[in-house]
C-alpha cells in the first residue's frame, strides 16, 4: 500500500495542509482542471493533480473521497481552499513542477 507521505518524499511535494492524514491510501490518479470532469470519473483513493486552487475543488475532492490534491506550477492554494480542506481532511499539496513532470512522476510511484 502506498500513501500519501511516501508521495511527499518521493516527489518531495509541500505539504499545504494535511499533514494529520498523511496516511491515506494511494489507489490511483488523476489529472484535470476541469471540476465536472473529476466528479464524473476520479475514483475513490486518486490524487487529483491541478492547478486550481479555490475551495470548490475540495467540495469534489470531498465528495470523491480523494487521497489528496496536488497543486501544480507554484500555484498557492487560496485561503478559503486550505481552510475547506483542513474541515474536510484533505491534504493540499504543492510542486512547482508542471503537471505533465508531476504526473509521469506519479504514474512511476503509483507502478513501482
Known amino acids: 500500500m502506498k500513501n500519501v507521505k511516501q508521495l511527499v518524499d ?3 511535494l509541500k505539504v499545504f495542509c494535511g499533514e494529520e492524514h498523511l496516511d491515506r491510501e494511494i489507489k490511483g490518479g488523476y489529472v484535470s482542471d476541469l471540476l465536472s470532469d473529476v466528479m464524473g470519473f476520479a475514483k475513490e483513493g486518486d490524487v487529483w493533480v491541478t492547478l486550481q486552487t479555490h475551495k470548490n475543488v475540495i467540495a469534489i475532492a470531498s465528495l470523491k473521497e480523494l487521497a489528496c490534491v496536488i497543486v501544480v506550477k507554484g500555484f498557492t492554494p487560496d485561503a ?3 481552510e475547506q480542506a483542513k ?3 484533505i491534504p493540499i499539496l504543492g510542486t512547482d513542477q508542471q503537471t505533465f513532470d ?3 512522476k506519479l504514474y512511476q510511484f503509483i507502478n513501482s
Do not use: A, I
Open 10 to 12: 518521493q516527489l518531495n
Open 80 to 82: 478559503d481552499m486550505l
Open 87 to 89: 474541515e474536510e481532511k
Open 102 to 104: 508531476v504526473t509521469g
